[in-house]
């Protein structure tokens, strides 16, 4: 098992992740362009998350957690521009909303614990 599997913000973070996919994949109404970058900055989220374990310095780990928490942000605000388009309803919207602020909760956690 890798490092970055062991660690809760990951598992959180990769299960938001497949349930904001699966939501992009059915939805045909929502622009091609935002699904597209929705897609990009949630699966990079976590691809920094994972990367960031790997490296060595706390420094280093530091920067892809902020890259990671700033891909959670990109998301945020293409959920939003979803929801004032119309084209999400507001229990997805809170689910999806309440599980980001989660995740970068613990990111920032994880950011402060690196000194």
Known sequence: MFDFEKLEVYQ???KLNQAILTFLFSQNQI???ISDQW???S???VLHLSEGTGRVSD???KHFITLSRGAVFE????LQLVKDLGQIED???EDF?????QVSKMLLGMYRSKG
């Open 91 to 93: 229990a997805t919207y």
């Open 59 to 61: 420094s280093e780990k």
């Open 75 to 78: 998301c945020v605000t293409l």
């Open 12 to 14: 959180v973070a990769r």
């Open 31 to 33: 622009d091609a362009y």
């Open 97 to 101: 909303y309440s599980k980001y602020e």
């Open 43 to 45: 699966i990079n989220s």
């Open 39 to 41: 897609k990009r900055c």
